[in-house]
């Protein structure tokens, strides 16, 4: 396990690359035959399919900004957590606002990437932002 340091700077390089609107530079934090699962659904396995999950992100959401909200180790995991703001107006996207908090499960590889990573945030919370958005802030 890298060390804590270390493991702070992965988080921050992560949450800038998931800012960039290049799904590649989200996959390269994997192991190459590294996993993302979110809310429990199937893995993206590879670096292929993980660039696909964060393009389907970016996509739908340009403006996308995600924020580091904590980053801990408990046992061989590695909890991050996060916020995602943006609006969706990708392809047949609603207009509205999004702002949703979540974490990620880490697990690193030998190689000091994400080996696993497993993602849940509150879809149901989502899903009623998308249709009516979030406040605008003053």
């Not at 590294?34 to 659904?41: E, F």
């Not at 509150?122 to 802030?137: M, N």
Request: with cysteine; hydrophobic share 35%.
């Amino acid at each position: 396990m890298p060390t804590t340091p270390q493991l702070r700077n992965l988080a921050e390089r992560y949450t800038a690359a998931w800012c960039s609107q290049d799904p590649a530079s989200v996959a390269a934090f994997y192991s190459p035959d590294g996993s993302l699962s979110v809310n429990d659904g199937p893995p993206a396995v590879g670096r292929g399919a993980i660039a696909g999950v964060a393009r389907g992100f970016m996509t739908d959401f340009p403006d996308m900004k995600v924020f580091m909200d904590g980053l801990s180790v408990q046992g061989d995991r590695v909890v991050y957590r996060w916020t995602l703001k943006g609006t969706n107006t990708g392809t047949g996207g609603t207009g509205k606002r999004v702002q949703i908090s979540g974490i990620e499960e880490w697990r690193i590889g030998a190689d000091e990437l994400i080996a696993e990573s497993r993602g849940h945030f509150d879809s149901a919370e989502y899903q009623r932002q998308l249709d009516r958005g979030v406040p605008e802030p003053r």
